[in-house]
């Protein structure tokens, strides 16, 4: 009777051992609900920064281009100015050479830095290892780490009419060429602009000294073994290879180019005249000296749009191509 009882069959053992059925039958239904509870999870996770993102990165820029659609300055009674603020920023002569400055500055900020950390990268890769590596690296970064107000007054000494640079310059005989070099009307924007190359010489090389890190050696073999130099090593295997490096570093210094403002007002406050005023130094002044709010948030909104403009085809052109 008990081996009756133990051989007989019952419901459940026949659906656990049937190998026609699943052990663990689940429904479309039970799956849905299982995705919707694992993506209502993650979205609590990232609810935080969502929210953060969205008061102090979406309200604002919503109010800006609210604000560039009027005529107010700050406090009074707000008054419908439609477009006129756009089209004053497109025709107002100073307003265009603001802008044309800042497009200047991109050469410096970034083309120049960009080149010359390629340079530096690559020699710094060849020569440097161990503990020497890592001093070098550290001193190439350092203008990086060190605030932007004390970089301008730092410069401010060096280029002044007695400062350091003037001084070695008639140290040499060369007393002819010193001038106030942040004063001079012809020298000061290109002045700035070598402040600003100095600041992000460091970032541009580590960035590219971690790429160039990452390149197979076979490669540089390869390029060897088939008779290639250093020049033709380096614009066959290095640079192809720093697609990506070069596309962060151009990104970051076009931004810091046409949003710099602390080395401009540290070290100029935009003089002589209007030679070295950039977009950042003219929205201050327009919102809260002239108090022409409208106007500075179309200049605003305009500069947001000329960096979409030059940083989206980058962006496009140095991303990773997918198989």
């Known amino acids: 009777m008990t081996s009756a009882l133990g051989s007989a069959p019952t419901g459940r053992d026949d659906a656990v051992s049937s190998p026609d ?29 969502l929210v953060m993102y969205a008061i102090f990165v979406l309200r604002p820029l919503a109010l800006t281009v609210q604000y560039s659609l009027y005529d107010w300055n700050g406090v009074g009674v707000a008054r419908w100015a439609g477009l006129d603020n756009y089209l004053t920023v497109f025709t107002d002569s100073d307003l265009l050479k603001i802008i044309g400055n800042a497009i200047i500055l991109i050469v410096f900020f970034s083309f120049i830095p960009v080149a010359l950390g390629l340079l530096v990268a690559s020699v710094v890769r060849r020569i440097t290892t ?6 070098v690296r550290t001193i190439l970064f350092l203008p990086q780490v060190i605030p932007l107000v004390a970089a301008g007054i730092a410069w401010s000494w060096l280029l002044s009419s007695n ?32 402040i600003g190359a100095w600041v992000l010489l460091g970032l541009c ?58 080395i401009v007002y540290i070290s100029t406050s935009g003089g002589p005249g209007l030679q070295t005023t950039v977009p950042g130094l003219e929205i201050y002044r327009l919102a809260f000296s002239q108090r022409q709010v409208g106007l500075a948030s179309a200049l605003a909104v305009v500069l947001m749009a000329l960096v979409l403009a030059f940083v989206l085809p980058i962006q496009r052109l140095t991303r990773e191509d997918k198989p």
């Open 163 to 194: 400062g350091l640079i003037n001084q070695v310059l008639r140290a040499v005989g060369l007393g002819g060429l010193a001038r106030a070099w942040l004063g001079d009307f012809d020298t000061a924007l290109p002045a700035v602009g070598v």
């Open 21 to 49: 059925r699943p052990a663990h039958p689940s429904s479309p239904r039970a799956h849905r609900r299982r995705w919707a509870r694992a993506a209502g999870t993650g979205w609590l996770y990232v609810l935080p920064a």
């Open 130 to 135: 161990g503990a020497f590596g890592t001093v």
């Open 205 to 262: 090389t580590i960035l590219l000294v971690t790429g160039m890190s990452k390149i197979d050696p076979a490669l540089y073999e390869a390029a060897r073994l088939d008779g290639a130099g250093p020049v033709r090593e380096f614009l066959a295997v290095t640079l192809p290879s720093l697609r990506q490096e070069i596309g962060v570093c151009l990104t970051v210094t076009i931004i810091a180019a046409l949003a710099s403002f602390d």
